[in-house]
């Protein structure tokens, strides 16, 4: 790749128009997914670790939830779910 591409691809892909809007979906277990939708943006606009790092830390923090993995959070009940949704939804 040229130096022109290089430094093309490392724009597009560590910057952003605007903050992602971090959305989350339910999955069986108590669990939560987290997803960005794109709005038409390019998929490297997708969700990154500084997106996660705040609700990480605010879980530990709170001891709402568990992060398991990238993307997905277990919670104890449907309750600490609805918690967690009013603060980051």
Not at 28 to 55: C, F, H, R, T
Request: aromatic fraction near 12%; proline fraction near 8%; include cysteine.
């Amino acid at each position: 790749m040229g130096q022109h591409w290089q430094t093309l691809y490392g724009i597009t892909t560590n910057m952003r128009p605007h903050p992602v809007k971090v959305s989350w979906r339910p999955l069986p277990g108590n669990k939560l997914q987290a997803y960005v939708d794109p709005e038409g943006l390019p998929s490297v606009w997708g969700l990154k670790e500084e997106d996660m790092d705040p609700i990480q830390e605010w879980s530990n923090e709170t001891g709402c939830g568990k992060r398991m993995s990238f993307d997905l959070w277990k919670f104890k009940s449907k309750k600490e779910i609805t918690m967690f949704l009013l603060r980051w939804s």
